[in-house]
């Protein structure tokens, strides 16, 4: 009953941070809010305990398996024991091997020609208009809106909204906050094995968790962006199609297409990961001159996890972990989930408890992070360069709104699986 009562405060919590720093409280549409929470837990629900939505969860983690060792071939012929292959001499430091350049993200590149591959099929059109359709019944979204979210869950904060760029001028300004904040509660697919294997040696399924925290976290998003940002429900609500520039003619050419368009992201994510931890290690050495505060030295990161201690105490994790699990939090905004997962990777086991990484796994699924931010708003100024001013204001909110979506997945997960 704590648990209940902790993660009910929790999720009461996180609305009126919302409905704080509400555009228009009179205008807060709660249909929709109320049916994106509602559809969250459903969702949750159905992955978690319905065991034939169980068993295509535990499918797609052994697929991931899968992927993780065929990208390890290709690696290993590539870039020989830098990605994978036979070490020529003996490793006395374990894990110095693990070149996460060479190791980890070619994965970047057999996700999206394997996604490329589904989309020249119809797979995921089929999945995506799915839960389109359920997001439209459910919340009374438009077309647009709807599969814009729906496609989130498979593609990237800037993929999605491409897919629907026909639509975007037309979208409101609540129903495009709500787009760019979906693409902050979720991670792309091209990612997610790579964030599944950092949590796989001490989570068991973890793809599914990854895949169940990605599709949940879209309805939560929602809900808390019709909050900050309403708009109005129009009766009109056409169904919206997907739109693709210059589409594959074959299945090998959708995979040489689908490399050819993984590419930018696996450019993007090494830039971003360079470019973001030299930024913060600037600020921090300047920070580094103040006084010690505790002990410890002055840092970004010291000053988001103070503000993130009570909110992980809200989604579960017992009050002794809230250091560290904060620390995590902070990590994952200031810099970004990558480095946040590969942080909670490498914790010892008596750290944080079993269940708090789970939860943590949930919480941390997600772009909101001042990075992926400056993406968002550089990508949607290319493709709506008449609301770029509207853009960029909305490139900070989106960042509250995507961590408060993931965090109430979190405390989702927490419930479901118990302590």
């Known amino acids: ?104 993200l070619p994965m970047v590149l057999t996700i999206s020609a394997l996604a490329s591959l589904l989309f020249y099929w119809g797979v995921l059109q089929r999945i995506a208009g799915g839960f389109a359709w359920a997001l439209r019944r459910s919340m009374g979204l438009s077309g647009a809106l709807a599969l814009g979210a729906a496609v989130h869950i498979f593609v990237g904060m800037i993929e999605a909204p491409l897919l629907i760029r026909p639509y975007l001028a037309r979208m409101q300004r609540g129903e495009l ?18 964030y599944a294997g950092f949590v796989a040696p001490f989570l068991p399924d973890a793809l599914g968790h990854i895949l169940i925290a990605s599709v949940i976290a879209t309805p939560a998003a929602i809900a808390v962006a019709a909050v900050m940002s309403p708009w109005d429900i129009y009766k009109e609500n056409a169904e919206a199609q997907l739109v693709v520039e210059n589409p594959p003619t074959g299945a090998f050419d959708a995979i040489v297409k689908g490399v050819a368009d993984g590419v930018g992201p696996l450019v993007g994510i090494v830039s971003v990961l360079l470019t973001t931890i030299a930024l913060v290690s600037l600020v921090n050495m300047a920070l580094a001159h103040l006084p010690q505060i505790g002990g410890e030295t002055p840092s970004l990161q010291m000053a988001f996890a103070l503000a993130f201690r009570p909110v992980v105490w809200l989604i579960g994790v017992p009050w002794s972990e809230t250091p560290a699990a904060a620390s995590l939090m902070a990590t994952k905004t200031v810099i970004n989930e990558f480095v946040a997962y590969r942080d909670m990777s490498g914790l010892g086991v008596e750290t944080l408890s079993p269940r708090s990484r789970l939860i943590l796994t949930y919480a941390l699924c997600g772009f909101a992070n001042f990075g992926s931010m400056g993406i968002l708003v550089g990508g949607l100024n290319v493709m709506l360069p008449g609301r770029r001013a509207e853009v960029t204001r909305l490139g900070l909110r989106s960042i509250l709104s995507g961590t408060l979506a993931t965090c109430m997945s979190a405390t989702v997960a927490g419930l479901l699986y118990g302590g």
Not at 76 to 91: A, D, H, K, R, S
Not at 177 to 194: E, N, P, Q, Y
């Open 1 to 104: 009953m704590a648990d209940i009562a902790r993660s009910l405060l929790a999720f009461l919590c996180f609305i009126l941070v919302a409905f704080a720093v509400s555009e228009d409280r009179r205008r807060i549409p709660w249909r929709v809010v109320l049916g994106g929470l509602a559809l969250q837990l459903a969702v949750a629900l159905v992955l978690v305990h319905f065991p034939p939505a169980r068993r295509a969860v535990m499918l797609a983690n052994d697929a991931a398996d899968a992927l993780q060792r065929a990208t390890e071939a290709g690696s290993g012929f590539v870039f020989g024991y830098l990605g994978g292959g036979p070490t020529p001499f003996e490793e006395k430091t374990p894990g110095a091997g693990f070149i996460l350049a060479f190791k980890a």
């Open 177 to 194: 906050f709500a787009l760019m904040s979906c693409g902050m509660a979720g991670v792309a697919g091209t990612v997610m094995v790579i």
